[in-house]
């Protein structure tokens, strides 16, 4: 089985409760969403066709135990299941960025899947796939990019919709790049006593003038 891929690299781990850890990135290519705020637009089309085994032993060509597949929308590609299964057995920490469109029930429980539930800012809000919310573990996360006040309190209508048993400390408020100031979100959060977590793209404040591979 092959996948399209966009790049593999290896960074710090920018977002997620592992934000800070080196990781391995595996970047699938071509994603069913256009945000209107995306950052990875390269990933649209642009890519190299790979086996399973090809990705895995570039993964271990890096010598670091934690590996994030995303995208694009990784779920896009059929075969990111097995490649999810694959480093898993491989002994691998796996995690999923996915743009909460597609169902996660085909996913190893294993893996943390890290959901992202798009804001109306997005242009995309109406296509998340409910489902994901009843399916994910409570080692999972949700996260919402949140661009204006509408944002916010879209996402705050959508935690009562979160089944309680999923730890509130799993939510993730990040303020989009470049259109909302982190203080202003902050101020939101700790004025309506929020549980959730502020989120910075750590990646960006580390490399704020590299678009890609990092």
């Not at 710090?12 to 409760?17: A, P």
């Not at 256009?34 to 649209?44: E, G, I, M, S």
């Not at 299964?85 to 029930?105: H, M, P, R």
């Not at 949140?146 to 089944?163: H, T, W």
Request: aromatic share 8%; proline share 6%.
């Amino acid at each position: 089985m092959n996948l399209r891929v966009n790049e593999i690299f290896y960074s710090i781990q920018g977002e997620s409760l592992h934000a800070g850890r080196p990781c391995v990135f595996v970047r699938l290519t071509g994603c069913n969403l256009r945000c209107n705020y995306c950052d990875t637009t390269y990933a649209y089309e642009e890519g190299e066709s790979l086996s399973l085994s090809q990705i895995v032993e570039r993964v271990r060509g890096y010598a670091c135990s934690l590996v994030e597949v995303t995208g694009g929308e990784p779920l896009a590609q059929p075969g990111s299941a097995m490649l999810i299964k694959e480093l898993l057995d491989a002994g691998f920490q796996v995690l999923l960025e996915t743009n909460g469109s597609l169902d996660i029930g085909g996913i190893d429980g294993r893996c943390v899947k890290i959901i992202d539930v798009k804001c109306p800012a997005s242009g995309e809000s109406g296509r998340l796939c409910e489902r994901n919310f009843q399916l994910a573990a409570p080692g999972d996360q949700f996260k919402f990019v949140i661009a204006d006040r509408r944002d916010f309190d879209y996402a705050v209508s959508m935690l009562e919709r979160i089944p309680a048993a999923l730890p509130r400390s799993h939510m993730l408020f990040s303020p989009a790049h470049g259109f909302l100031p982190p203080r202003t979100l902050a101020e939101w959060i700790l004025t309506h006593h929020l549980p959730v977590r502020l989120h910075l793209q750590l990646h960006k404040i580390i490399w704020p003038h590299v678009e890609r591979g990092v």
